[in-house]
């Protein structure tokens, strides 16, 4: 599973791997080979980063956990995920007057998943491993994260247009030497 990720998630991961007092899974405590769990889905576009990982044995993460919690709706991730590329355009496009429209889409799915996968937890994973595994996901973060996320991407584009706009400035000054030297120098 681990290929699928890139250097940045490996360094993270090992940052993480190096918290640890001891090379256990921080769920069970059993000893083996650890994988980094995205506490927060990286389906909500929370990043790559150690404080986001929870350090769990190889086969409680995938045949246990991921088995027992994922939400099984291929469509509905889909949409989001399209959703997700039409707000990002809508935001380089500086359609801001459309982008409460999909904000409010995608937080209908969030909302939905959250749901399946809370439920999910509670039906199928063992109760011993419920409370901790409750803990370590940050369920009241999917929101936050998605928020800041959206924000995020608005402010990158107000930027550069104020970049853009700086840059033109600039320009102009340069090409008609408005405060070029000559023009303050009096030829009396």
Do not use: W
Request: one cysteine or more; aromatic letters at 6%; proline letters at 2%.
């Amino acid at each position: 599973m681990m290929e699928q990720y890139g250097k940045r998630h490996r360094e993270e991961r090992q940052k993480k791997k190096d918290t640890l007092a001891e090379q256990r899974c921080e769920i069970t405590g059993k000893r083996g080979k650890l994988e980094a769990h995205h506490d927060v889905p990286r389906l909500f576009n929370d990043p790559n980063h150690h404080s986001n990982y929870t350090m769990l044995q190889s086969h409680f993460h995938q045949k246990i956990l991921h088995a027992a919690c994922n939400v099984d709706a291929p469509d509905i991730v889909r949409t989001r995920v399209e959703l997700i590329r039409k707000l990002q355009a809508q935001i380089n496009a500086r359609q801001y007057d459309a982008i409460p429209g999909t904000r409010e889409q995608i937080e209908d799915i969030d909302e939905y998943l959250i749901d399946q996968y809370i439920e999910n937890m509670m039906n199928n994973l063992a109760h011993k491993y419920r409370d901790k595994v409750f803990k370590v996901t940050a369920v009241n973060s999917f929101k936050t994260i998605r928020d800041l996320t959206i924000e995020h991407a608005i402010k990158d584009t107000i930027i550069l247009e104020q970049q853009a706009k700086i840059n033109e400035l600039l320009a102009l000054i340069e090409n008609n030497h408005i405060l070029g030297e000559e023009e303050y120098i009096s030829e009396d």
